[in-house]
């Protein structure tokens, strides 16, 4: 997952209220953003460390000369 | 006025004109009874009430009445009346049962034959009723207020979205008064994949907001929530069925917010980017 350029993908920001839409102003806009890049960030690490443990698990199997099936036919 | 029949050269009375005239605008007085009822030939173009605390019956027999005759019938009493076929034939397209303050009429199709004709009488209490639908077009945030109140303990919330955004997660939180809540969120659900080589669970508790994390994938669900809201202040709890595209995945579970409040509405956001969709909302009658 790219890092995703929020401000450009939304120079605005829309609310919906009570029904009624209303561009956010500065101060909501900035919060939304900030909130954006902190998930994004969060899931970025969340996806390097599944990732990491894939390989790992991999490696493991391979050393140990057995399938997925056969490691959770072990674990049963 | 019991129907009669009248010769030549009668002259009638100003009392059996007003009683004719009563009949005829449907303006007579009731003949009154407090117990079961056999009709008699007297009956025909008259109104019958029944004022009963125990359920009774209007029983019909044949070779009184003629096709055209009618007799309304109306319970005043708390025991249901039922209009009962004696030795005639009663049909009817509706119930032959009236309760308190329901009202039919007796139409005479032959000397043995009556359709019971029963009015609409009152709109059953129970059910749903309908309280708030609000479109999302492209929106960061969704506020919704004013959906949850003392009238009903009980909601349906039908929500559904498309996320604007790869792998953005929309996120839902309730609110009281003009304050989103956002702690003590727990909540479990479980999915297994059509093909039921999957099992998927999304959960967590003390947590910030109710966050459907497997929406990531898909970028389209829907969820139907069954919101138990306590009158006043309480925790609230919901119990309901999430869909998403992701692996056809359908999942179930339950929400709980430990936290006491007098929770009125409801605000949507999302992990990343805007959202496209609609939030409907019903309330469910108390009993």
């Given amino acids: ?76 | 006025m019991a129907k009669q029949t009248f010769t030549t050269g009668q002259v009638l009375t100003a009392a059996q004109l007003t009683s004719l005239q009563q009949t005829a605008m449907l303006g007579g007085a009731a003949s009154a009874k407090t117990a079961s009822y056999t009709l008699v030939a007297a009956d025909a173009g008259t109104a019958i009430s029944m004022s009963s605390a125990s359920a009774t019956t209007i029983t019909v027999n044949t070779a009184l009445f003629a096709a055209g005759d009618t007799v309304q019938i109306t319970n005043l009493g708390a025991g249901v009346c039922t209009i009962t076929a004696g030795t005639a034939t009663v049909n009817t397209s509706a119930s032959l049962a009236l309760a308190q303050y329901e009202s039919g009429t007796l139409d005479f199709t032959s000397t043995s034959a009556a359709i019971f004709i029963k009015g609409a009488g009152a709109t059953a209490s129970s059910g749903l009723t309908f309280i708030n639908r609000t479109v999302i077009t492209a929106a960061a945030t969704t506020t919704i207020d004013s959906l949850f109140s003392d009238t009903y303990e009980n909601y349906r919330l039908e929500f559904y979205c498309q996320m604007g955004t790869s792998g953005s997660i929309p996120k839902l939180n309730f609110r009281y008064g003009t304050t989103t809540h956002s702690a003590n969120y727990n909540y479990g659900f479980e999915g297994t994949s059509i093909s039921g080589t999957a099992s998927n669970v999304f959960n967590g508790s003390g947590l910030t907001s109710f966050s459907l994390e497997q929406v990531s994938s898909g970028g389209f669900a829907t969820l139907n929530l069954f919101i138990t809201r306590p009158a006043s202040s309480g925790f609230l709890f919901a119990n309901g069925f999430f869909n998403t595209p992701y692996k056809g995945i359908t999942y179930g579970g339950g929400l709980q917010i430990a936290s006491a409040q007098a929770w009125s509405g409801i605000v949507i956001t999302t992990s990343a980017g805007t959202l496209t969709g609609g939030v409907t909302v019903y309330g469910m009658a108390k009993s």
């Fill in chain 1, 1 to 76: 997952m790219a890092k995703t350029n929020f401000r450009k993908e939304f120079p605005k920001l829309v609310k919906n209220v009570n029904g009624e839409q209303f561009e956010m102003d500065a101060e909501e806009y900035e919060a939304t953003i900030a909130l954006w890049e902190a998930n994004e960030i969060e899931a970025l690490a969340k996806q390097a460390e599944a990732q990491a443990n894939a390989t790992a698990r991999a490696a493991l199997l391979s050393k140990l000369g057995i399938t997925a099936e056969e490691a959770q036919l072990l674990l049963s």
